[in-house]
Nanobody, 121 residues
Framework: QVQLVESGGGLVQPGGSLRLSCAAS??????????MGWYRQAPGDERELVAA???????NYADSVRGRFIISRDNAKNTQYLQMNSLKPEDTAVYFC?????????????WGQGTQVTVSS
């Protein structure tokens, strides 16, 4: 089992920055075998991928955030981060930390509780 706890959300003005953190705990073996990422969900919308690490060690970003957001991780701290710059009102959403793995063609997901990000003047 893996537990994920996000922090760092809040209210920020357009053009501002925030850094989200996601601390993972549980089975150390599970953490290192999982693919990590960030998703977000705005009211009335479906949850969407924001940024994630790929199985090959690279990164993948949604078109709407590429060039503004940066995903990173510190394996020694079992923590991943999302640095969000040049924030826009349309970035307002609940942001969720995700860890997943695929076994036998089936995807197993773990989610944090979410942290609210509000971009408004």
């Amino acid at each position: 089992q893996v537990q994920l706890v996000e922090s760092g959300g809040g209210l920020v003005q357009p053009g501002g920055s925030l850094r989200l953190s996601c601390a993972a705990s549980g089975s150390l073996f599970s953490i290192y075998t999982m693919t990590m990422g960030w998703y977000r969900q705005a009211p009335g919308d479906e949850r969407e991928l924001v940024a994630a690490f790929t199985s090959g060690g690279g990164t993948n970003y949604a078109d709407s955030v590429r060039g503004r957001f940066i995903i990173s991780r510190d394996n020694a701290k079992n923590t991943q981060y999302l640095q969000m710059n040049s924030l826009k009102p349309e970035d307002t959403a609940v942001y969720f930390c995700n860890a997943h793995r695929i076994r036998g063609g089936v995807r197993f997901d773990y989610w944090g509780q979410g942290t609210q990000v509000t971009v408004s003047s």
